[in-house]
């Protein structure tokens, strides 16, 4: 199922983001700044059970996430999208799993994976600020599934309704939450009218 993430704040941020003269600390920020707004969006379904606490003045009930969170990156532009969340959510673990995608193939390349031990037992985020032909994301969620997750999330900042549909054809009971939905791939698998290279706008790799 896919849930765009409509704010006028992270619509304003992605449009000075799409901006090509956009440097990478800024680019940074506001990638940083559009992933903590879309922590309640993509969390706001978590389990949760009641538990006793106290106050100063009585016992009362409260409420508790009842899974631990591991947030999982894929490298290298995963990472960009990573601190958001880790700042509204700084109890979760974090996994790195390392795609990268052959610019010639278009094909996912696996190159690292690191993921703590309990991996089924906990709410698992994927995180990439991009979904184009959906070939990364696919491999990092059947990779992680292979390794035993369960309870699994997707979220980027700008997908193509090509890669939300080879996504949800591959898995079709995963939530993948998205900031916006552009219009198309082009012939070389960029998203139009997307950002351009995450990864190099991030890490200041560009040509
Ligand atoms: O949906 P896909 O067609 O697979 O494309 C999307 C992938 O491409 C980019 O990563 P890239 O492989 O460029 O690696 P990087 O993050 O190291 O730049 C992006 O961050 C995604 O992981
Ligand atoms: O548009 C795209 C497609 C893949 N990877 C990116 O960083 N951007
Ligand atoms: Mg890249």
Redesign the pocket.
Known sequence: MLHVVEHPLIAEELTKLRDPGCPSPEFRQRVRRISSLMVPSVTANLETEVVECATPLEITSGVRVSRGIILVP?????LGFLDGFLDLIPQASVAHIG???N?VT?E?EPYYLKHPPTIGEHEIIVL??????????IHAVRTLHAAGARHLRFACLVASPQ?VAALESAFPEIHIHTACLDRCLNDR?YILPGLG????RLFGTCA
């Open positions: 894929i490298l290298r532009a995963g795609v990268a995608r610019e278009l996912a990439d600020p991009m979904l184009a032909t959906g070939g990364s994301a890669g698998g290279d995450a990864g190099d």
